[in-house]
């Protein structure tokens, strides 16, 4: 008989754990549109945070590069290629 009442509140307390999580789930997604729209707006901003980033390192490289470009040896002169090539794109 101790089993039996054991497995029932269990299978209640599972139950609830199960309702709570289905009524979290249909709150926050209860338009499919607006789970859309939201994605799409999540994606366009990391994009542009992307392509910001990107812009950032690769000027920070090119500005180092000029930096190093007083480099004795073959080095220097490489450099200064890789710059030339970035500058005329």
């Known amino acids: ?3 039996i ?3 029932i509140k269990l299978d209640n307390e ?3 754990r199960k ?4 009524d979290l ?3 926050f997604h209860k338009n499919r549109h607006q789970v859309y729209k939201m994605n799409f707006i999540r994606g366009v901003f990391f994009g542009v945070g992307s392509v910001v980033g990107g812009t950032i390192v690769v000027a920070l490289l090119v500005w180092l590069l000029t930096r190093l470009v007083d ?3 073959g080095v220097g ?3 200064q290629y890789v710059v030339d090539v970035v500058q005329r794109k």
Do not use: C, Q, R, W
């Not at 309702?19 to 289905?22: D, G, Q």
């Open 1 to 3: 008989m101790k089993k």
């Open 5 to 7: 009442v054991t497995k």
């Open 14 to 16: 599972n139950g609830s």
């Open 19 to 22: 309702a709570i999580l289905e």
């Open 25 to 27: 789930f249909y709150d």
């Open 71 to 73: 480099l004795p040896g």
């Open 77 to 79: 002169s490489f450099i």
